[in-house]
């Protein structure tokens, strides 16, 4: 339970703060709505995939902020809203992408990403009060175009993703990637130029 409030002069909603990209406190009933829309929306995309793909790509459409043409996520696929994600042209999203859409998530034209990659936005205080009263925050991802993401890949918030970066499997990138170059590890570095 919240013991401040952090918000006694701020008269917009956690709603409003979150899109700005503020502390916010998400236990919110608007909030809770948004996330419940996008978890059904991303179980009939799952059913769709299975049976009908020209149904898939509308729910995808219906799901996601804006989708390229061309563009295959191989379901499940989990998203807080998945309003706030941008998949560019060509792009192929392989098994269980997770992606916290709390900011904004661009994924550029023409990427791979691997199975069980990570794209996460929340941020929380480090001070443990402001975090055990539950504020957030968010930072927004980018990935840029061309962009290969192996397996199991976790991009932290605030990350950009630089065009034609290869990002080895099971690298956490913290920090962004220049274009044009291999990182790998964790945290990811850059160990050549493409």
């Not at 991303?42 to 059913?47: G, N, V």
Request: glycine share 10%; proline share 8%; aromatic share 6%.
């Amino acid at each position: 339970m919240t013991t401040t409030d952090y918000f006694a002069d701020d008269p917009r909603t956690p709603l409003e703060r979150m899109l700005a990209g503020d502390l916010y406190i998400a236990d919110d009933p608007e909030i809770a709505q948004r996330q419940r829309h996008a978890m059904r929306l991303a179980a009939s995309y799952t059913q769709a995939y299975l049976a009908d793909t020209e149904r898939a790509g509308a729910v995808l459409t219906e799901l996601l902020g804006s989708v390229g043409e061309g563009v295959d996520v191989r379901p499940p696929l989990f998203v807080d809203y998945g309003s706030n994600i941008t998949v560019g042209a060509r792009t192929f999203v392989n098994y269980h992408l997770t992606a916290l859409d709390v900011a904004r998530i661009t994924i550029g034209e023409d990427c791979q990403i691997g199975p069980n990659v990570q794209l996460l936005t929340p941020t929380h205080p480090v001070d443990p009060q402001p975090r055990r009263d539950k504020l957030e925050a968010a930072l927004p991802i980018t990935i840029g175009d061309n962009v290969w993401l192996g397996g199991g890949v976790i991009v932290c918030p605030g990350v950009s993703i630089g065009d034609n970066a290869v990002v080895g499997a099971g690298s956490v990138v913290t920090r962004d990637i220049p274009a044009n170059v291999v990182a790998v590890g964790n945290p990811a570095r850059p160990v050549r130029d493409i």
